[in-house]
C-alpha cells in the first residue's frame, strides 16, 4: 500500500508483492487492487493534510521570492493542465506527495481531483507491479526478480531525474524571471 508517510519505500513494497504475485505466492490482481486503492487512499490523506496544513506552509514559502514564483507556476499549472501535472507527478519521486497535499492547499475541487488521482494511481500501480512481475518471470525467481525489478526502477528514477535537471531548468528558470519582472 502506498502510504502517506513521505518516507515510505512504496514503490519497493509493491516491486516486492507483484515478484511474489509472479513467483505464486499472491494474486496478482489483488496486488493490483491494493495497491491502486491504498495509492488512491494515500493521496486523499494528502489533499487533507494540505487542506489543514497546507496554507501556513505557503504563507512561510512566499517569503522568499523564488519560492513565491515556483508555487505561483505549479499552483497555475494545476489549475490549467491537471491531469497533465498530477498524473505525471505520481512518478517523480515525492511527486505524488506533493502534488496531492498542493491541490489541498490551493483549494483544487475535490470532485476533479479524485477522478484524477484515481488515473494516476492505476497507471503508477500498473508501472511498479510490472517492474516486479517481469524481473520474475525474466529470471524464474521471485528474490532475484524483486531485485531486477528494484535495480530498474532506481535506473528509471535515475534517468528522469537526469532528464528533469536538465530540461525544466532552462524552462523554469525563463519563467520565473519573467514573474519576477
Known amino acids: 500500500m502506498v502510504a502517506a508517510v513521505p518516507f515510505a519505500p512504496t514503490e519497493a513494497v509493491l516491486i516486492s508483492a507483484s515478484a511474489l504475485a509472479a513467483g505464486g505466492t499472491l494474486s496478482f490482481p489483488l496486488v493490483l487492487v491494493v495497491g491502486a486503492l491504498g495509492c488512491a487512499t494515500s493521496d486523499l490523506v494528502n489533499y487533507g493534510i494540505g487542506r489543514f496544513i497546507g496554507p501556513l506552509a505557503v504563507t512561510r514559502a512566499r517569503r522568499r521570492k523564488a519560492s513565491a514564483a515556483v ?105 520565473l524571471e519573467t514573474s519576477a519582472s
Do not use: Q
Not at 511498479?128 to 535495480?151: F, K, N
Open 71 to 175: 508555487l505561483d507556476w505549479v499552483s497555475e499549472r494545476i489549475h490549467t493542465r491537471p491531469v497533465l501535472i498530477l498524473v505525471a507527478a505520481r512518478f517523480l519521486p515525492m511527486g505524488g506527495i506533493l502534488a496531492a497535499a498542493l491541490c489541498g492547499t490551493t483549494r483544487f475541487p475535490m470532485r476533479k481531483f479524485l477522478p484524477i488521482s484515481l488515473l494516476g494511481a492505476g497507471m503508477w500501480t500498473v508501472y511498479a507491479a510490472l517492474l516486479g512481475y517481469l524481473g520474475t518471470s525474466i529470471t524464474g525467481r521471485p528474490l532475484l526478480g524483486i531485485g531486477v525489478g528494484l535495480g530498474l526502477a532506481m535506473l528509471l528514477a535515475a534517468v528522469s531525474g537526469l532528464i528533469g535537471k536538465r530540461l525544466p531548468r532552462r524552462n523554469l528558470a525563463r519563467t
